[in-house]
């Protein structure tokens, strides 16, 4: 690959697919590749232009194979909480051994102060990447809209909103305005030693959330307030493991204290447009129903 050369890593994941549109999009020319586990993503990826690179965060000797010849990387956090940091580790290792030039991590909104469980693993990673000696950009991402969204069809069937977020305000962006903004990160050529608090704006509660799906689908949905226990408990009843579920009525608890609100606008500056408004992604949300 070329000396300008890309590897984003979860490249079959959700967010992962949409760097890759952007990357595609602001710099056909670039040399870009993509981290996958199985053959079946390395197809995918092929049938798009993008080269697959097979690899695990659990392998090192797999990651160190696809870090050959790579300039930049996007490391995507992990998806296993709980396991981050030894996975996100073994990603640094590989890079540095490998004298990549940049690696740019996903993180959390405010990772070095958040009380956040959620934040915890993000900050140990930070720590991983200042000790590694490679070139760093931190892409601290605030809470996704689609977090708020995915359990759009009980909210509609019970008319009911459920959070333990009380008063707090929360900026969120969707899915694809992170995304650009990696993919503007990865392609500036001063985005070494950056650190990008990402969130849309303007905030709000989640009341006014509830009030935004009201007006957007027809009918009226409530927002109702829980204690934070009670609405872990509700989330393992819909479903959820219990640890998971602990740890986003956590994250609900904290943005009630303002744990994921914050008035930086470095969003808006990376990808030179503001994030996509609430009512928006509400509207796409019942559109894909």
Known sequence: MSSNSILVTGASGQLGQLVLDHLQRLAPEAAIAGLVRKE???AALRARGVEPRIGDYTDPASLRSAMAGV?????ISSSAVGQRVAQHQNVIDAARDAGVGLIAYTSILRADSSPMILAQEHKETEAALRSSGLPVTLLRNGWYTENLLGALDSDLKLGQHFGAAGD???????RNDYAEAAAVALLSDDAAGKVYELAGQPAFTLSEFAETLSAEAGSEVAYVDMPQEAFAQALVAAGLPEGFAGVLADSDAQAAKGALETDSTDLETLIGRPATPLKDAVRAALAAR
């Open 40 to 42: 079946e993503d390395a």
């Open 168 to 174: 707090g305000r929360f900026t969120t962006a969707t």
């Open 71 to 75: 300039h930049k990387v996007l490391l």
